[in-house]
């Protein structure tokens, strides 16, 4: 009798944890560190995430993580970042790389949601945005849709679609300029031809 309640009460719990996001989609080599874990798992693709969990990019690999249904986050190759947060204040906390992040719909009020690397802040409501941290650790942001706002030592430019921002290590934003970059150049991030609903928040001249 208190095996059969015992198994009544955990059915009626549900799973033991919901996923944060999913590594819906690889290319290449792809690799997952649980959170507290030591050692890297290699991905095979449709993974679920939790918060605490990191990502990692091999040479030639190409990874599309789903925010749980928020939008999606777009990895080219040799990019890592940690998931950080809750899913009210989420941060996207990059080491190296270049990766696409778009939100398909706006955060209320009392969320957030912020892309962190070594040289600065990008906070978002609900934007398509490009980034990339280089190897002197500089970043470049460059939007696609909407506004972002990146923040570094002490001063915030607000960064359109269009325009983007590059910052030094240690220093503050520059002011924005005209990006050059086309809207063609997502296509890098493709796998399978999918941008994971991604291109619907484009707002620049499909050229």
Known sequence: MKLILALVLAAAAGPAFAADA??????????????????DLVAK???ELLYGDAIRTESGALAQVDLGGRGAVLLRENSAFLLQGDPTRTTLRF?????????????AKDESFRVRTPAAVAAVRGTLFWGQSDEKKTTTYAGFGHVIA???????????????TTVA????????????IPVAY??????????????????????
């Open 22 to 39: 999913t590594l819906v989609k690889i290319s290449g080599r792809v690799l997952i560190r649980p959170g507290g874990a030591e050692k």
């Open 45 to 47: 693709g449709g993974e």
């Open 95 to 107: 080491q190296f790389g270049e990766f696409l992040i778009g939100l398909t719909r706006a955060l």
């Open 150 to 164: 990146v923040t570094a030592k002490g001063k915030t430019v607000l960064v359109g679609p269009g325009e983007k």
């Open 169 to 180: 290590l240690d220093a503050a934003p520059a002011e924005p300029v005209q990006s050059g």
């Open 186 to 207: 997502l296509d890098n991030f493709k796998i399978g031809g999918s941008l994971q609903g991604l291109e619907s928040l484009v707002e620049l001249p499909q050229k």
